[in-house]
């Protein structure tokens, strides 16, 4: 069956510094591929997404680019703030069928000032 | 508001009792669906709704677990002669329509503890 692999975490990052977060999928078809933020005491909130290969998803400084060749879908930003610590969560849409959701595990990030 | 509310926000009960979550989700949102949430995990995919249809509910782990949605907008879980290992955030999420691209909006969730 469609599944995401993330990068494990805690990943812990002085302000500023460049973030990666890795995310992997296997899945039948294309799906569309999305990122989800959960800050402390909150639920899940869509970060960016990407519905064909070689799109690329973009909102508040955060990138990710939907890669058919290698079926990934990394998360990135150039220079993070503490405001940026949460837990990210890579996942995919099936590409018929419901729609549901495969979510990876989560990627706790601590940003440090 | 116009999000994705769900209630109660936590619950607590005694294992063999029966509990119902409720979800309301955004007006006009076709696509409904309940996730469960272990800690430090992603959420799992547990049923989906199209309307008032249940139309997948491939991912409810025994038959205690049974939710509805009468009149395809306000949905209930309900989880009947609750086990410890039923512990966990409960996540609805409703989207515009059953299309791949569209995005789930997720309502913060119920935190189910089982003594």
């Known amino acids: 069956g469609d599944s995401v692999t993330q990068m494990e975490g805690p990943v812990t990052l002085s302000e500023e510094a460049f973030l990666t977060i890795n995310c992997t999928y296997t899945?039948?078809?294309?799906?569309?591929l999305f990122w989800y933020v959960q800050y402390p005491g909150e639920g899940l909130q869509l970060l960016l997404k990407?519905?064909?290969?070689?799109d690329k998803g973009s909102n508040k400084g955060f990138e990710a680019t939907y890669r058919k060749e290698t079926t990934s879908f990394h998360l990135e930003k150039g220079s993070v703030q503490v405001s940026d610590s949460a837990v990210y969560f890579c996942?995919?849409?099936?590409?018929?069928?419901?729609?549901?959701?495969?979510f990876g595990t989560g990627t706790r990030l601590k940003v440090l000032a | 508001g116009a999000g994705v509310s769900q209630s109660p926000r936590y619950k607590v009960a005694k294992r063999g009792q029966d509990v119902a979550l409720r979800c309301d989700p955004i007006?006009?949102?076709?696509?409904l669906f309940w996730y469960q949430q272990a800690l430090g995990q992603g959420p799992e995919f547990l049923t989906y709704?199209?309307?008032?249809?249940?139309?997948?509910k491939s991912g409810l782990p025994s038959d205690r677990f049974f939710a509805e949605r009468p009149e395809g907008s306000v949905s209930t879980l309900k989880i009947q002669r609750t086990q410890q290992e039923d512990s966990a955030v409960y996540l609805c999420?409703?989207?515009?329509?059953?299309?791949?691209?569209?995005?789930?909006?997720f309502g913060d969730g119920t935190r189910l503890s089982i003594l």
């Open positions: 999420a409703s989207s515009i329509a059953g299309t791949g691209g569209q995005p789930q909006h």
């Open positions: 899945a039948t078809g294309y799906p569309s």
């Open positions: 990407a519905t064909k290969a070689d």
């Open positions: 996942a995919l849409s099936e590409a018929s069928g419901t729609y549901k959701y495969i």
């Open positions: 007006s006009g949102h076709v696509s």
């Open positions: 709704f199209q309307n008032e249809a249940q139309l997948d």
